[in-house]
């Protein structure tokens, strides 16, 4: 058992009883300053954070400043507070265990069962969902060892999310670090809001495309649209935290990556096309949330165009481009395709009828419609949608967030694939 002096007993009487209660395991690496930003960001939203450092972690982060930041004593080992049975009262008592940095050890313990200090008995008596965040070097992170580790792990319902690409410890890159703590808490969020763990989209492997593209005028004008990456960025965080092998290909978004996610980043309408298609195959889904450029101008000027001296105004010639949401349904390289649609109704027909003939036009088995007549959803926080099916099924989703939308969205895409497997 380890006995690292790391303080005093945590007390029952501490607990808050109407907020979440989160176990924030730390384990022994360099990012484990990184989980002060998560521990903070879980306190600030009015999470009852118990934090559980390993005593390798208590290395790199000392007690005290977990003891501050969450705001109650921390212990690393279980003979602080024996009388309180921590060991087994942590884990049962949790709605949520996390565990940020996840080192190859602690992981390898916990697809084991093994149980040497808190953190690991927390593990073995939780009954709530389990997300890890490993971080590790790349040697460490594809050995076979950790890499049944991890399957493991995942076969039992555990979270466990997928290390980013990037700088390490020392001058290599590689993936094993961790993933952006803001978008860990995100994730730990969406895990918490769905109750018990159901991974339904584990073993799948879903594409979603995000943002708009730009076409290039010159070197430094193009043409482009409004879109966010907003929705696509919530509907690749929620296909994760429900298991999903998820590729994100963004066009022109500045938002963080979402943890466990790979994403490819592409600038225009012809990238998109070719990431996706790309991505595409094999895969068991792709959902269209990106807005891509539908014209491009017939040549890029390598020059910067110049204004006239007689005021007038250049005329720039556009051709069409692909439409990728009907290649992909024509093509079927995925199983289930899902396509968007902003619409405002005109004298043709409401915004359904229209939305109609557009899931006919396109030949895709689900279509999210917005209504953006005002101009609403455009990097807004909250969406509202209506879900039209090819089987002429109509699912209405009441306003609420991005997040809430695309939850809906899989669960209409998780019924087709049930069906189909
Ligand atoms: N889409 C696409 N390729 C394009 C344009 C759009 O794959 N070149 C996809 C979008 O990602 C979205 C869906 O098609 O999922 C609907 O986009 P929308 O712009 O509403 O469709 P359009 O075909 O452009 O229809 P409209 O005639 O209304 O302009």
């Known amino acids: 058992m380890s006995s690292h002096p790391a303080g005093a007993p945590v007390d029952e009487a501490e ?9 924030l395991g730390v384990s022994g690496g360099i990012a484990a300053y990184k989980a002060c930003e998560l521990l903070r960001r879980f306190t600030e939203s009015g999470h009852d954070v118990t934090v559980v450092p390993t005593s390798a972690a208590l290395e790199f982060v000392g007690a005290p400043t977990w003891a501050a930041l969450s ?60 997300v890890l965040a490993p971080a590790m070097h790349t040697e460490m992170w594809e050995h076979p060892a950790t890499v049944a580790n991890v399957a493991t792990l995942r076969q039992r319902g555990t979270v466990v999310v997928e290390p980013a690409e990037g700088r390490l410890t020392g001058a290599d890159t590689g993936k094993g670090r961790l993933p952006d703590p803001a978008e860990i808490f995100d994730l730990c969020v969406e895990v918490l809001a769905r109750g018990a763990l159901t991974p339904d989209l584990r ?53 963080p990556d979402p943890a466990g996610v790979k ?94 003939a557009k899931l006919a036009r396109k030949g895709c088995d689900l279509l999210v419609v917005n209504d953006v007549g005002g101009g609403a959803v455009f990097g807004a926080e909250d969406n509202e949608a209506v879900i039209l099916g090819d089987d002429g099924s109509t699912s209405e989703v009441p306003r609420g967030s991005k997040t809430a939308l695309a939850h809906v969205i899989w669960d209409r895409v998780a019924e087709r694939l049930s069906r189909s497997s």
């Open 203 to 255: 073993g799948r492997r879903v594409v979603v495309s995000a943002g708009g593209t730009r076409e290039r005028l010159d070197p430094v004008r193009f043409l482009g649209n409004r879109s966010s990456g907003r929705q696509g960025y919530a509907l690749a965080r929620a296909a994760a935290a429900r298991g999903a092998e998820v590729t994100l290909v963004a066009a022109n978004v500045t938002l």
């Open 263 to 356: 994403v490819e980043r592409v600038e225009t309408t012809a990238e998109l096309r070719a990431a996706v298609l790309s991505a595409a195959t094999g895969a068991d889904a792709v959902v269209m949330a990106a807005a891509p450029a539908d014209f491009r101008p017939t040549g890029e000027s390598t020059v910067k165009i110049k204004k006239a001296a007689d005021g007038s105004a250049p005329t720039i010639e556009l051709e069409q481009n692909p439409d990728i949401l009907a290649e992909l349904a024509a093509a079927r390289p995925a199983r289930v395709v899902v396509g968007f649609a902003a619409e405002t109704g005109d004298s043709t027909g409401s915004v359904l009828d229209l939305a109609r």
């Open 71 to 130: 705001g109650k004593p921390v212990a690393a080992d279980v003979w602080s507070g024996v009388h309180e049975v921590p060991h087994v009262r942590l884990g049962q008592s949790a709605d949520l265990v996390v565990v940020a940095p996840a080192t190859a050890d602690l992981m390898a313990k916990a697809a084991h069962g093994l149980a040497d200090d808190l953190l690991t008995n927390t593990l073995l008596t939780a009954r709530c969902p389990v």
């Open 15 to 23: 607990r808050a009883p109407d907020r979440p209660r989160v176990v």
